[in-house]
């Protein structure tokens, strides 16, 4: 049968997951939609994708299989709704707050790798809505096409993430410091930053602009990963996409500092940091590998075909053990209310097709 998806998202970001999510369903002729709770210009889609107006759309759409990079997604919907993530596992929130909260509104979460397919199990087993299958993270598979090239001068690639208690571009002499080195012409600076990055933080980085330093207003950043050789971050999960190439990151006053990072407290401490990661050492290369297999370790570039196979095979899965979703009424309620659409319909309880459906 000829199955419908509809990719669900709210900002420009989600726009790279769900790229070879759509490029996979294409792949098997299968069909394919957008909607996005907020307004993206329609020029940032893909040429050859199709992005629905309204959620009215939407549900007359009747989509099979909601491929959902938000973190809540219209419970009205129907179909099978199903958890990509907009991110890996940052560590900028408590569980309850964070990447493990549960929401009762997916029927399925597809897993990056152990460190989040652990966890969501045995949540699982305490909320029995839902089910958990590990299938690597989609928005990662261009960065295992992996073409070396030649580099006029060590680049180093500037991140951060958007929220204020963690970004080091609120930290004035880190800004100075990294000026400073740009200066020397000993390195190459490439810098990209979050969508949501505060705009007066994204004018700072856009003036240090010179031959040796460039800014990317850009969500495609897979392109820079490759183009730089070390990283140079704070607590995002843009540092997870990085380093499944084996390569380096310092971080400075990282949320939960670990062995696969060159964490540094001070400004004064940059310089020597990024030397060091330049030239890393064994141990740290070692502690890199096994943060990567514990995190996505998947290699081949595959994740988006095990999203889309493991969403079939759920889809068609009997859920005979699994209760229906928690009632959630003040959450529904605000999803109606952000969509502008109220409606008694809910599908709570674990969406099943047959095939002769």
């Known amino acids: ?35 996005s709770e907020l307004d993206i210009p329609k020029s940032y889609f893909p040429k050859n994708g199709e992005l629905l107006d309204t959620i009215e759309e939407s549900i007359a759409y009747k989509p099979h299989i909601v491929l959902c990079i938000t973190d809540v997604v219209a419970d009205f919907l129907p179909g099978l709704k199903v958890q990509i993530f907009h991110g890996f596992l940052a560590n900028k929130h408590s569980d309850a707050k964070g990447h493990f909260r549960i929401r009762g509104l997916f029927d399925l979460y597809c897993t990056q790798g152990p460190s989040t397919t652990i966890p969501f199990t045995e949540i699982q087993q305490k909320n029995n809505h839902f089910l ?78 010179h031959e040796n330093f460039k800014f990317y207003d850009t969500t495609d950043i897979i392109p820079l990963f490759r183009e730089a050789d070390i990283m140079f971050s704070d607590t995002t999960s843009a540092i997870t996409e990085f380093i499944l190439q084996k390569k380096p990151v310092v971080t400075f006053r990282n949320n939960k500092p670990a062995s696969h990072l060159i964490n540094i407290s001070h400004p004064k401490e940059i310089e020597s940091a990024i030397m060091q990661a330049f030239s890393p050492s064994k141990k740290l290369l070692k502690n890199i590998e096994s943060y990567i297999y514990d995190t996505h370790p998947y290699f081949d570039g595959k994740s988006s075909e095990r999203v889309i196979s493991t969403c079939i095979d759920v889809l068609h899965t009997e859920k005979k053990d699994l209760t229906s979703k928690p009632l959630n009424l003040v959450r529904r309620y605000q999803l109606r209310k952000k969509l502008g659409y109220f409606t008694m319909k809910s599908y709570r309880k674990p969406f099943r097709l047959n095939k002769k459906d």
């Open 1 to 35: 049968m000829k199955y419908r998806f509809l990719i669900y998202i709210s900002h420009t970001y989600a726009l790279p997951i769900g790229i070879p999510l759509q490029e996979e369903i294409k792949k098997r002729n299968d069909e394919v939609k957008w909607f």
């Open 132 to 209: 958990v299958r590990e299938t690597g993270w989609s928005k990662v598979d261009p960065l295992f096409k992996i073409e070396e090239k030649e580099r006029s001068k060590p680049t180093i690639l500037l991140s951060s993430t958007f929220s204020p208690k963690y970004s080091w571009l609120y930290n004035a002499e880190v800004i100075k410091e990294i000026k400073r080195l740009s200066k020397t012409g000993e390195f190459l600076f490439l810098a990209v930053l979050h969508p949501k990055m505060d705009k007066e933080k994204i004018e700072i980085i856009k003036n240090l602009q």
